[in-house]
């Protein structure tokens, strides 16, 4: 049963010119909040043709809101990156390897290209989103490390501009991982942030094993904490998959509260939720988006959590494996 817990009160109000463009549509109601019945997600934030979508007024005006100078450096940089064309596809019969050397290669390449974490995962349906084509039957998950001490400055713009700087090298890197298997003879497409492509990362990459999803309603990975951005390659290589990682840290979450507590609009439900047929920890979307639109990207949440604190999230890590393996034992 789930233990009694006052939900924090927010200690924070949105500006009203921000608030007149709210669609009159909950973003909790779209993400399947409450809904048993599993279904395909829906684009409900970050997409190319923002108009597209209900929040899209409000994806344009964060764009307008937030344009400090390291804000707008990183922009440019990341612009920049995405000028570098993806290298063609090789004609001729593509090489062969095993799906066990297809995988160690692509993973070593990937950490060659810069990824701090790699893993492997076979589609499912129920990633995609709805209304989208998935013509590829693997995608290779790719982590890229942030640096804490600079997504500790959240709320303020320096956070942001480290977030927009590792989604331009996670798009870097899988434009040349996807490149690089491309060069072999075998197709593949890039995936990554912030806009959405066709999957939903987080799925994915908890099951290629990048660890457990924490209350924040972001992963949490043995190595990195949350401290991290998701970016992806898919393609139809046979690989051998990576399984699912437990840790304890969705154990863990139960008895933490410091993300909520950190939260200045009090999105962080304290409680596992309902949503399009899993039960998992979840984040308000309706409390979140206007905190996080007036602040270049919040992740407050992201850098309190004591898994991303450097010194600190590798020994709460080790003392879980210490208290699972007395556990095991009986000691
Ligand atoms: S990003 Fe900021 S507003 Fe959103 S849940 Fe995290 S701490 Fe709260
Ligand atoms: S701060 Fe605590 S409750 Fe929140 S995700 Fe991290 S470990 Fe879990």
């Known amino acids: 049963m789930a233990r009694e817990r ?13 608030m007149a463009l709210w669609p009159g549509v909950s973003g909790n109601a779209l993400n399947g909040l409450g809904e048993r019945a599993p279904r395909r997600p829906r684009h409900v934030y970050w997409a190319a043709e923002p108009e597209t979508l209900p929040h899209g007024a409000m994806q344009r005006w964060f764009y307008a809101r937030n344009t400090a100078p390291e804000l707008a450096q990183a922009r440019a940089e990341r612009a920049a990156l995405a000028t570098e064309p993806l ?18 290669a692509v993973k070593a390449e990937a950490r060659r290209l810069g990824a701090e974490a790699v893993g492997i995962a076979r589609i499912a349906p129920e990633w995609v989103f709805e209304g989208q084509a998935m013509p590829w039957r693997m995608v ?24 927009v700087r590792q989604y331009g090298r996670g798009m870097q890197v899988s434009k040349r991982l996807a490149g690089w298997l491309r060069t072999q003879g075998h197709d593949a497409e890039p995936e990554h942030g912030p806009l959405s492509g066709a999957l939903t990362l987080v799925p994915a990459a908890l099951a290629a094993g990048f660890g457990e999803l924490g209350k924040h309603g972001s992963i949490i990975n043995r190595e990195l ?22 840790f304890g840290a969705d154990d863990f979450c139960r008895n933490c509260r410091i993300c909520e507590d950190a939260c200045p609009p009090a999105a962080i439900l304290p409680d596992k939720q309902w949503v399009r047929g899993v039960e998992k920890w979840y984040v308000d979307f309706d409390r979140c988006l206007p905190y996080f639109n007036e602040t270049a990207g919040c992740g407050i949440c992201l850098a309190v959590c004591p898994f991303s604190r450097p010194g600190v999230g590798g020994n709460l890590v080790a003392k879980l494996a210490r208290r699972r393996a007395r556990a095991v034992t009986g000691e």
Do not use: Y
């Open 225 to 246: 904490g949350a401290c991290f951005r998701l970016a992806a390659v898919l393609t139809n290589v046979d690989f051998v998959e990576d399984a699912p990682e437990e």
């Open 6 to 18: 006052r939900h924090k009160v927010a200690d924070w109000t949105p500006e009203p010119e921000q």
């Open 87 to 104: 290298a063609p596809l090789a004609p001729g019969p593509a090489v062969q390897r095993s799906p066990a050397d297809w995988a160690a």
């Open 140 to 163: 290779v998950v790719l982590g890229i490390a942030m640096d804490h001490a600079l997504l500790a400055t959240a709320p303020e713009p320096a956070s942001g501009a480290e977030v």
